[in-house]
């Protein structure tokens, strides 16, 4: 069992904060540190609205503007996370990013789930993967069976560590429906494990060991009073020290019984303590979006947008169209899978930068 601290963006872009997050993960169990490689240009496009964050409303494209950072950074994230025996995994977001990402050569590359659907970024890692084997964990949070069929049938089964996540802040423990944890391996024939953004540092975690996960992720942040965007739903050190020691209890129990039988006794003693709340975590193992992810499909996700203001008649070309996610107020484009297909179409209709891309833009 891996257990993953995500600082993502919380060092603020500061090394020195960097360094501490970092230690604060070590010693409280974790054995794999991820960070989030940003370029604001290659999630969203800035004019996709505002989110509130501690220090105000901000326009969530300067939010991630002003956590962009040079690569020597997370060179020398790496080299620390080294330093104290702890293994290195980071979330590119665009092509740049994981060309950038490849050449440090990490020990894993993470796939965020709004990124499950990113083509062009999924078809460049596994195009780097035929001659330079790396491991590689995707998140499946607001996403569908289907999108996560896809996913694999660029990147292949082979080092592939699947995460079930719910893409939502702070995520309800009871939409988990953590029995799909199982289900979801046998059907793709690959290990997997959950990325999760609960509250307790221990319902979902444990659950999750003892329906056979393989990875834990979850955020990790020095306060959750810092005015980062993931800091109040990230667990303080103790926290995640209290989460190690309980994953870690669930694997002792593990070895004393076995797996079936300690699978059962880790249920038992939860639900004897937490009552019917456990088996509404449980839940009933069938891939859906969660009730707090509906709204979000197609936004959180990736789709065609376009980067510049266009006139009838003009042709579009693939530099004019971008692979972002919709999130706040734009409307969602096409699926990423379509961005060849509208290369060198022609516009019968004006269209607004940012707008989403559709069919009607090329059919009248």
């Excluded at 090394?15 to 999630?43: M, P, R, T």
């Excluded at 702070?170 to 690959?190: D, W």
């Excluded at 997997?192 to 979850?218: F, R, Y």
Aim: charge should be negative; aromatic fraction near 8%; glycine fraction near 8%.
């Amino acid at each position: 069992m891996d257990i993953v601290a995500e600082i993502g963006t919380s060092h603020s872009g500061d090394f020195e904060k960097a360094k501490k997050l970092i230690d604060v993960s070590a010693q409280n169990g974790a054995d794999v540190v991820k960070f989030q490689w940003v370029y604001a240009d290659e999630i969203l496009h800035p004019d996709t609205g505002f989110v509130n964050l501690p220090g105000g409303k901000t326009r969530l494209y300067d939010t991630f503007k002003s956590i962009e950072v040079a690569p020597s950074f997370f060179k020398d994230c790496m080299d620390y996370v080294h330093s104290l025996g702890k293994k290195f995994m980071c979330s590119p977001f665009g092509t740049k990013s994981l060309e950038e990402l490849l050449s440090i050569k990490p020990d894993f590359v993470k796939i965020a789930s709004p990124e499950l659907n990113h083509i062009p970024l999924l078809s460049a890692l596994a195009e780097y993967r035929k001659t330079t084997p790396v491991p590689v964990v995707i998140s499946s949070g607001v996403s569908r069976l289907c999108d996560i069929e896809n996913a694999l049938s660029i990147l292949g089964t082979d080092g592939i560590t699947l995460l079930h996540c719910i893409t939502f802040y702070p995520a309800p423990e009871e939409e988990y429906n953590l029995r799909l944890i199982p289900n979801l391996s046998r059907i793709f024939g690959i290990p997997c494990g959950v990325s999760d953004h609960s509250l307790s540092p221990i319902l979902v975690p444990s659950l999750a060991c003892a329906l056979g996960s393989t990875m834990i992720e979850k955020h990790i942040t020095l306060s959750k009073k810092m005015d980062g965007v993931d800091d109040p739903v990230a667990l303080e050190g103790e926290e995640f020290g209290f989460m190690n020691h309980a994953v870690r209890q669930c694997e002792a129990v593990f070895r004393q019984y076995g797996k079936e039988r300690g699978r059962d006794y880790i249920i038992k003693e939860l639900k004897g303590e937490y009552g019917e709340r456990i088996e509404k975590i449980l839940g009933d193992g069938v891939k859906r979006l969660s009730k707090s992810e509906e709204q979000n499909y197609g936004r959180t996700n990736r789709s065609l947008h376009f980067l510049r203001a266009m006139k009838k008649g003009e042709t579009v070309k693939k530099s004019d169209i971008g692979v972002l996610r919709t999130e706040k107020i734009l409307s969602p484009g096409m699926h990423p899978k379509f961005l060849d297909d509208i290369d060198g179409r022609t516009l019968v209709r004006d269209v607004e930068n940012g707008a989403g891309v559709v069919l009607a833009d090329f059919m009248a």
